[in-house]
């Protein structure tokens, strides 16, 4: 009798309960219809922005990739059977970057905010440096270095400091290739930033470059590619 007693007394609770919830969705139903509408766009909206950013980003990598083809083209006279049948080619490296130039340049004003923008902007500098315009490629790489992405990010920063070496900035070059040295990533690995580090300072600073090549003899005697480098560009030092 007690467990009927309980059993009774949970659906009069339960049947409170709907009651009470009826009673409020018929006083606020205007509201609740408001509320599942505005949802409703809400998670519409949300369903659009993905496809488009997934349109978006399907487009850009398409207009990288052809951009990227221009970058690494052959310069000169090639046969199709070498080079395959739809690689482009270019009379001049100075044509070749300046197309690519273009065409990064073109990806990087349409799609401001994917990732192939910050890769666009990285390469756009290099184009710029090649082409001898240094002043703009120092502006696009300090710009490309500032991106979210590490690897990227590190990438524009070397070749900044490559620029800033070029240009006579050694202190501003020393400072990038230290910091890179000191966090390296996987695309500027901490031997490549030192061996550009003593690279830089070799016609100025040869005892610091020859104390960097010992240094890096030291950590990286293993690679033995690396190590051939090495003693290479030490065998050229003053004395």
Do not use: W
Request: proline share 3%; net charge neutral.
């Amino acid at each position: 009798m007690d467990r009927l007693t309980r059993r009774e007394l949970k659906q009069d609770q339960l049947r409170t309960t709907f009651e009470a919830f009826e009673q409020f969705a018929k006083t606020h139903y205007r509201e609740i219809v408001t509320v599942m509408s505005a949802l409703i766009v809400i998670l519409g909206l949300a369903a659009g922005l993905k496809l488009y950013n997934d349109r978006q980003e399907a487009s850009a990598n398409a207009e990288l990739g052809a951009a990227l083809r221009t970058f690494r083209a052959y310069v000169g006279n090639a046969s199709p059977e070498m080079l395959g049948a739809d690689a482009p080619t270019f009379p001049t490296a100075q044509a070749k970057y300046k197309k690519a130039l273009e065409q990064f340049s073109e990806i990087a004003r349409r799609f401001p905010h994917q990732k192939m923008a910050a890769i666009a902007r990285y390469h756009m500098g290099v184009c710029q440096a090649a082409l001898g315009d240094h002043a703009a490629a120092i502006k696009t790489l300090e710009e490309a270095a500032r991106t979210s992405d590490q690897n990227i990010a590190s990438l524009a920063r070397f070749a900044l400091a490559g620029e800033y070496a070029s240009g006579g900035k050694l202190a501003d070059a020393e400072k990038l290739y230290q910091d890179l040295a000191n966090h390296p990533t996987l695309m500027v690995p901490k031997a490549a930033a030192l061996l550009a580090f003593a690279d830089a300072d070799r016609a100025t600073n040869p005892a610091q470059s020859r104390k960097l090549y010992q240094d890096l003899e030291k950590e990286f005697g293993s690679d033995a590619a690396l190590l051939a480098d090495i003693k290479e560009q030490m065998s050229g030092l003053p004395k």
